[in-house]
Antibody, heavy 120, light 110 residues
Framework: QVQLQESGPGLVKPSQTLSLTCTVSGASISSGGYYWTWIRQTAEKGLEWIGRLHTSGSTNYNPSLKSRVTISLDTSKNHFSLKLSSVSAADTAVYYC????????????WGHGTLVAVSS | QSALTQPASVSGSPGQSITISCTGTSSDVGGYNYVSWYQQHPGKAPKLMIYAVTNRPSGVSDRFSGSKSGNTASLTISGLQAEDEADYYCSSYTSSSTYVFGTGTKVTVL
C-alpha cells in the first residue's frame, strides 16, 4: 500500500520560505507514469492544486503561485519537497502531498496533511 | 483558473439518492474526460471516489457513480447512508496542464 507523509515546520514567518517534505513508502518515486503533487486547503478557498513534478523532471505549477513555487525530487531518499517563497497570511493552509497519474489524471493516494501557519 | 462550481450543500434521507453537480468550462470539465471526485470527512485527507468521469477505484461502493454532460459533471450517491455524510470535491485536468478543484459540497444525511 502506498503511503505518503508530510513533514516540516508548522509555523513560518511572513516573507520567509515555506519548506515541506513528503516521504513516500510502498512505491518508488522513480516509477514512471506518476506525478508527485502538492495540494493545499483553506476554509476560504477549499482545495487548491499547487503543482506537480514528474520523475522525468517536468513540472507544472498553478499560474497563481508559479513565481513562488518549486517542487523537487530526491530519489535517494524517496521523497519530494515543496518550497513556497515570500509567504503571507494567505498561505496559511493545510498542505497535502499526493500521487497523481498521467493515465487518468487522478490523485489516488494522499498524505494526512500538515497545517502550516504564517505568522510573526 | 477559476474553481469549478458546486452547490454548497445537498441533503437527503437514508436510502434516497442525491446528485452533486460540478460545472466548469470547455477548457476543463467539458474538454477532457479527466474528472475525479473526492470524499473528505472532517479532519481527514480527501479520498478518491470516482476517476475519469465514471470509474470507481477498487474498494469504493457501487452506490457512487459519475457522469458528465457538456461542461457539467455529476456525482450520484444512491442508497444514502449515514457514513456518506462528508464534503465532496470534484477535480478536472485543464488545457493549461494544471488541475482545478470544485468549490466543495457538504452532504448531510437527514
Amino acid at each position: 500500500q502506498v503511503q505518503l507523509q508530510e513533514s516540516g515546520p508548522g509555523l513560518v514567518k511572513p516573507s520567509q520560505t515555506l519548506s515541506l517534505t513528503c516521504t513516500v513508502s510502498g512505491a518508488s518515486i522513480s516509477s514512471g507514469g506518476y506525478y508527485w503533487t502538492w495540494i493545499r486547503q483553506t476554509a476560504e478557498k477549499g482545495l487548491e492544486w499547487i503543482g506537480r513534478l514528474h520523475t522525468s523532471g517536468s513540472t507544472n505549477y498553478n499560474p497563481s503561485l508559479k513565481s513562488r513555487v518549486t517542487i523537487s525530487l530526491d530519489t535517494s531518499k524517496n521523497h519530494f519537497s515543496l518550497k513556497l517563497s515570500s509567504v503571507s497570511a494567505a498561505d496559511t493552509a493545510v498542505y497535502y502531498c499526493a500521487r497523481g497519474d498521467n493515465w487518468y489524471d487522478r490523485f489516488d493516494f494522499w498524505g494526512h496533511g500538515t497545517l502550516v501557519a504564517v505568522s510573526s | 483558473q477559476s474553481a469549478l462550481t458546486q452547490p454548497a450543500s445537498v441533503s437527503g434521507s437514508p436510502g434516497q439518492s442525491i446528485t452533486i453537480s460540478c460545472t466548469g468550462t470547455s477548457s476543463d470539465v467539458g474538454g477532457y474526460n479527466y474528472v475525479s471526485w473526492y470524499q473528505q470527512h472532517p479532519g481527514k485527507a480527501p479520498k478518491l471516489m470516482i476517476y475519469a468521469v465514471t470509474n470507481r477505484p477498487s474498494g469504493v461502493s457501487d452506490r457512487f457513480s459519475g457522469s458528465k454532460s457538456g461542461n457539467t459533471a455529476s456525482l450520484t450517491i444512491s442508497g444514502l447512508q449515514a457514513e456518506d455524510e462528508a464534503d465532496y470535491y470534484c477535480s478536472s485536468y485543464t488545457s493549461s496542464s494544471t488541475y482545478v478543484f470544485g468549490t466543495g459540497t457538504k452532504v448531510t444525511v437527514l
